[in-house]
């Protein structure tokens, strides 16, 4: 596949556009700034598109963008070039990419991010792991801490180009000391105010959101300001706000949670162990991987999917599975030694991985061959019931949750990738999760695919994701020849938000240095090595 679009591009490289040599930038990392633009005008050229749709891969194309959004995509391909579609060029651009072998698609949306909720892991960390896997849109449950007002402000940062980051959409917690949290009244007071703001969503993570009558006010009101509601069903609230009680109100469900308990027969209420307390977390994760286990096959694929379905069309339902988060839980020793902790992961948060009874998520004692089975036999089912989920028409979309459970901020969202794959989605419809429908996670209809007045958040990858999603990863892909030699190809090469166009290889290279300062600094103040 590849080699035959190089040699098509190869061809079309000497009769494309005569630009002025000094112009040219080379798509070579070692020549580029780390950070450019918005151009006046970027011209991308000779390049294949993935755009985002759905539709397959197409081209070469000749994409241009003014400052931050797309104005053309003309077809460069033998035939269209034969019927003039070239023959429409711009005057010369500012800047030009040249894309010859190289493949565009829409930037990611990571729909379920945490930003220094560890106030010790900066958020430059987390910005440029993130943009250095191509992810250009990131809906956000903190930055910091859970002050709404610095969120926005950070938004506005990112989105005047202060800072490097993705854009942002804010969902902050409902959570805090404020009584009116807990009272229906009072939640319409607080959404009011956090509109007001310029706040794009609530996150609700069990009670008190999941008071019925408190999440009723939160998503009315949010309904009517046009803002978005994230929810986790936390075992909590899950009776009686199932998943298909939180979906007919429009909200996202987060993770996994509440389907199964949709689809009980023989009880209403999960069967527990007498024992169970739900503030231990080594018992709440363990128990609600089980739920799947209880849950009735034949109403999760018929009825619940159904209801769902039916949120969807209604009130705008979206299903973010984070699969990646959960996947510890199943095999806690891939997800502690995956390759890309050495050089990617802080010393600080590899730590706060581990097991740790004071410390969210870092529940892995005594993580028995028992539980892994249930919960890889839980997958199983959740994978199953998402792909029919898609299959029947429901929108799915990407999320990591990074931060927590060995799951790293951009390598976590190229690995949801993967597990859609592993799900039975095909590559078209895992990168269409990725992008369109992650652009109506977030109610953005101008983000998510390459298409005329469409925003300019673009990625640019030397080889195939449809081939290999592997490649999307900042660790790159190793080749091995007859011979046995290999070679490291790092294959993210551009991601362009807003019309900035960031060297993804640069950023990562940062990420590494603070990286490997951060391990000299614990070797130093601890006497002791990490890992
Ligand atoms: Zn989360």
Redesign the pocket.
């Known amino acids: 596949m590849r080699n035959r679009f190089r040699s098509i591009g190869a061809a079309l490289a000497m009769i494309a556009l005569a630009l002025p040599i000094e112009r040219q930038i080379s798509a070579q990392s070692g020549t580029s700034p780390e950070q450019g633009g918005p151009y006046p005008t970027l011209l991308i050229r000779n390049i294949t598109v993935i755009d985002g749709s759905g539709a397959p891969a197409y081209g070469p194309v000749n994409i241009t963008i003014r400052r931050n959004l797309i104005e053309r995509v003309d077809r460069a391909d033998p035939i269209s070039a034969g019927q003039g579609g070239r023959a429409n060029q711009q005057a010369q651009p500012d800047r030009v990419i040249d894309g010859t072998g190289m493949y565009a698609m829409p930037g990611i949306v990571d729909g ?3 930003v220094s909720s560890n106030t010790a892991v900066p958020s430059e960390y987390i910005y440029k792991l993130l943009l250095g896997h191509g992810v250009t849109t990131i809906r956000v ?1 903190n930055v910091g801490n859970d002050d709404p007002k610095a969120m926005v402000v950070e938004k506005e940062r990112s989105a005047s180009n202060q800072i490097v980051a993705p854009r942002m959409y804010i969902y902050p917690f409902w959570r805090g000391g404020d009584a009116r949290y807990s009272s229906p009244e009072g939640a319409r007071q607080i959404v009011d105010e956090w509109h007001a703001l310029g706040v794009d969503g609530i ?1 609700i ?1 069990g009670k008190p959101g999941l008071w019925p009558d408190v999440y009723h006010a939160i998503a009315e009101e949010a309904r009517k300001n046009g803002m978005g509601v994230a929810v ?1 069903i936390a075992q909590d609230g899950v009776y009686p706000l199932n998943a298909l009680q939180i979906a007919g109100e429009g909200a996202s469900i ?2 996994h949670y509440g389907y199964p308990e949709s689809a009980y027969t023989d009880r209403a209420v999960q069967q527990l162990p007498d024992e169970y307390n739900y503030s231990n977390e080594a018992d709440r994760f363990l128990e609600t991987g089980r739920s799947w286990l209880q849950a009735n096959i034949e109403k999760l694929h018929g009825e619940v999917i159904e209801k769902l379905l039916d949120s969807m069309r209604t009130r705008g339902f979206v299903m973010e599975p ?1 699969f990646v ?1 959960y996947e510890a839980n199943r095999d806690v020793a891939r997800a502690s030694s995956l390759p890309w902790h050495a050089d990617f992961t802080l010393p600080i948060v590899m730590d706060s991985f581990r097991p740790d009874p004071s410390h969210h998520a870092s529940y892995f004692f005594n993580w028995t061959s028992n539980k892994e089975a249930d919960w890889a036999r839980a997958y199983r089912r959740w994978l199953e019931f998402v792909n029919d989920y898609k299959n029947r028409g429901g929108i799915v979309s990407v ?1 990591s ?1 990074a ?2 459970l060995f799951t790293v901020w951009g390598f976590g969202t190229i690995r949801e990738l993967e597990m859609l794959e592993e799900a039975g989605f095909s590559p078209l419809e895992a990168i269409h999760a990725a992008t369109e429908n992650g652009g109506k996670l977030v109610k953005n209809p101008k983000i998510g695919v390459i298409r005329p007045g469409n925003l300019a958040d673009l990625v640019i990858i030397s080889e195939n994701p449809l081939a290999n999603m592997k490649v999307l990863y900042g660790t790159g892909i190793t080749k091995v020849s007859q011979d046995r030699k290999a070679t490291i190809e790092k294959c993210v090469k551009f991601t362009i938000r807003d019309g900035v166009v960031f060297d993804a290889q640069k950023l990562l290279d940062d990420v590494r240095a603070m990286v490997s300062k951060g391990k000299a600094s614990t070797r130093t103040t601890a006497g002791a090595v990490d890992r």
């Open positions: 379920h991010t945490h449950f996150k993570a986790h987060e993770h984070t988060v999320g949750d931060g927590s």
